[in-house]
């Protein structure tokens, strides 16, 4: 079936340096989604990309699909405190939503 | 608003014994989707629906079962807990733009 592999899984950085997560499937996506999870919380929408190449931003988190829309990444810029968390990719297959394994960000003050 | 609401937040069982985890969303939403999430593991869907009256088996559908009699509840059931059970459950609903709204969790121990 569809998998969706996703490195590193785990990241440390010191607050004010930047984060990346990268997001890879063996197989065309339609679209890539990315959430958010606070410890101990729910998984929260991001975002939604669709089209070949697109690049999408929201503050200081840049979101960039593939040309080939096989992968996809999460940078963010000068990371705060408050970024700390587990983000996940997720592709649709059909009806099913199939996540990645995560990529955990720590940031220290 | 209330979103997606899930009950029981807590529950310890021990092996063998049954039980039912509700879901409820007030968005109207026609998709529903049951998760589970381990340690390093990410999320696997249980199972999912399509709509009222009708479910489909996800990754990982094994040990439960799901109803899905209104619109609004997605119930899942666990008819005889198994240690490897122990999770924490997520339900989500999902809107006609493909985002997922997932509710606070239920976090399950099988003794």
């Known amino acids: 079936g569809q998998q969706v592999m996703q490195i590193p899984q785990y990241q440390h950085v010191q607050e004010g340096e930047d984060f990346t997560t990268y997001c890879n499937s063996s197989?065309?996506?339609?679209?890539i989604q990315w959430y958010k999870q606070r410890p101990g919380g729910h998984p929260v929408f991001l975002i939604q990309l669709v089209k070949s190449g697109e690049v999408k931003k929201q503050k200081r988190l840049t979101f960039q699909f593939g040309e080939a829309k096989k992968n996809s990444s999460l940078h963010i810029t000068a990371t705060q405190t408050t970024d700390v968390g587990t983000y996940f990719c997720a592709a649709y297959n059909t009806d099913k939503l199939i996540f990645g394994t995560g990529t955990r960000l720590q940031v220290f003050p | 608003n209330a979103g997606v609401t899930q009950t029981p937040k807590f529950r310890v069982l021990k092996t063998g014994q049954s039980m039912t985890l509700l879901c409820a969303q007030d968005?109207?939403?026609?998709?529903m989707y049951w998760y589970r999430q381990d340690p390093g593991m990410g999320l696997r869907l249980i199972h999912y629906s399509v709509g009222e009256g009708t479910t489909a088996k996800g990754e990982v559908p094994d040990g439960y079962n799901v109803s899905r009699l209104k619109k609004q509840n997605f119930l899942l059931g666990l008819e005889s807990a198994a240690p490897s059970q122990t999770s924490v459950y997520f339900c989500a609903s999902r809107r006609t733009t493909n985002e997922q709204f997932f509710g606070p969790g239920t976090r399950l121990t099988v003794l």
């Open positions: 197989t065309t996506l339609s679209n």
């Open positions: 968005m109207n939403h026609e998709y």
